[in-house]
């Protein structure tokens, strides 16, 4: 017992010194995904700019391919509502995310800012037709932020602002640096279905094959993109999100082909407030989906965090102390549902 | 002669091949510079989430340091108007940046997304008030971008739009690439002075001294950050933007103190329609503000490309085909004028 208690703690020493290796990087970049060409109205418009185009409905990705990537499916992360692929860097209190994390395992991983969002920009049409008074102040797009105050009830940091509970996991020390990632969401500008959607199929194509990742708002993204088009979708891995339950035979059938991975924290019915019930809620339609799923004959898991003895667990759960630990519970779970077959 | 030319040959076939080596990367992430609370009301906002705070003028930055960094000093990289850090990424054409190249070259490299600007995000208050009425569609910013009509002659890809020069170094081919990068710009939202310039120089504090590098926009961005705080400052490269030629002597003996590499592309001259005064117009600026900082006994230079010999560069001209010889010159500058005193 004492020898493997030493094995163990030999492991986890090693583990850490092996994160803190140079990383090697085969190849990295950044580029776009779809994008349309429309005519606008920028304020500094010259007399004889007219026609005015601008591209819209772009996605921006950012990529690093590790030197052994070969042999592992490329993984496509996308962030949650106001915020950006800063969810998925270094953490509020400076620790390794996800991103480098999955290329230490050898994973080609590709951030993509949703379009609408950050580096992706967004259409500003209405706002200078507003102001120029061509448009009502009515058609102005809601546009979404989470203050801190709604960000540490909705995220799970505690039961009501400004207290935290006693296991969260949450690195509470650094949540000023969170509010720093929360920026305005412009969703509410963008066209049905949201081009996010078709951008993230189009992405796994000319990947030839990807893991695609979503959280919160963009959880159930990777079943959208694959109910548009599930050619490149080889696994969806949902992190804490609202589940659709009404998919057709036909539209299960699609998600019955791909292996499919839910995950969900701690705290889901621990929170006070207006936003109380969501997680609960939100966790309802999931299971539901997920034995919907079942039933098509797919290979769907619902992965509750507290029920594998692992708690405390917030929203925000790529940027909890935890996160390596999570990390490699899904990294596991891509290995055996999706990959099994090449490594056998 | 012939073996000359042979090893010159020789020496770009080994540079080429060096790009296309793994990269070994001793560190990388992001994080945040500044950053305020203020009060703010988010269209979602809850019953009991009054007060209801954000944080806003936080400026977000990306790096990654390679292993032999210790004798360089870091180079932090802003953007321009209606682009994003996407701008030192790989080029519209698919070729290396000068991110990637100057951290093959050994120096660390800093990408910050400007204040309200994609990732640092921007204070979406008066949006918000505009469309519940509590404020007039006047007090709208004006949310400036570029067309494609204005981009092709205020970035001289030729004199007007659809016309390319003949010797053009954009690669032309990939425009709509560039179009995609191109994203709305709320700087007119921001406070006097713009935050970005503290947080720049509050940056290479951090970094225990940085060169300091700005385009068109924040071209001028590194020399009113060194008129704030000049301590981190190690050196200036301000590429193609309109300078401050009214100085004061306490200001511009705080520039003679630092290094100053001003850059201009080609064509200056030779844009038609609304925008053709502009590029002489800006350059004249900058060779005054040259001349004063060198008559107040600093190190100031004002490179023009056509003078070396180097023809056809547009205003992007970090993405021009030749964008990697340019990349060199700035790097033999930083070499010689910033650290030749560590070198000898």
């Known amino acids: 017992m004492r020898s493997l208690l030493a094995f163990a703690f030999a492991c986890s020493v090693l583990t850490a010194a092996d994160n803190n290796k140079p990383l090697l990087v085969a190849e990295q970049g950044s580029f776009f995904v779809g994008g349309e060409t429309k005519s606008s109205n920028p304020p500094n418009a010259a007399p004889d700019a007219t026609p005015s185009d601008v591209t819209v409905n772009q996605m921006y990705v950012q990529y690093q391919k590790p030197v052994n990537a070969g042999q592992h499916v490329p993984v496509v992360m996308v962030h949650g509502c106001c915020l950006s692929s800063k969810t998925w860097e270094t953490t509020p209190d400076g620790r390794m995310g996800w991103n480098e994390y999955f ?25 200078n037709s507003v102001k120029s008074g061509a448009a009502k102040p009515s058609q102005l797009p809601n546009v979404l932020f989470a203050s801190h105050q709604v960000a540490w009830t909705v995220f799970r940091f505690g ?86 339950t009404n998919m057709n035979p036909q539209q299960l059938a699609t998600m019955a082909k791909i292996p499919i991975l839910v995950m969900f924290g701690d705290h889901l019915g621990d929170v006070k407030g207006p936003f109380g019930g969501i997680w609960t809620m939100n966790f309802e339609t999931c299971k539901k989906f997920v034995d919907q799923v079942t ?44 990959e099994a077959k090449k490594i056998r």
């Open 295 to 338: 039933a098509a004959g797919g290979d769907a898991q619902l992965m509750e965090l507290p029920k594998l003895g692992i708690k405390g667990n917030s929203h925000m759960l790529m940027q909890d102390k935890n996160n390596l630990q999570l990390a490699d519970l899904i990294l596991t779970w891509i290995d055996k549902h999706v």
């Open 103 to 127: 290329l230490r395992k050898n994973r080609s991983v590709y951030l993509a800012d949703q379009v609408a969002r950050a580096r992706s920009g967004f259409d500003a049409t209405i706002i």
């Open 159 to 244: 039961p009501t602002y400004g207290t935290a509970f006693p296991d969260e996991q949450f690195p509470m020390q650094a949540v000023d640096e969170l509010y720093k990632q929360m920026i305005p969401d412009f969703n509410s500008l963008l066209p049905t279905p949201n081009p996010t959607w078709k951008d993230m199929a189009a992405l796994a194509v000319q990947l030839h094959g990807a893991v695609l990742m979503g959280h919160s708002e963009s959880g159930f993204f990777p079943e959208e993109a694959a109910l548009i088009d599930p050619t490149g979708v080889r696994g969806i891995v949902s992190i804490e999100m609202a589940c659709t």
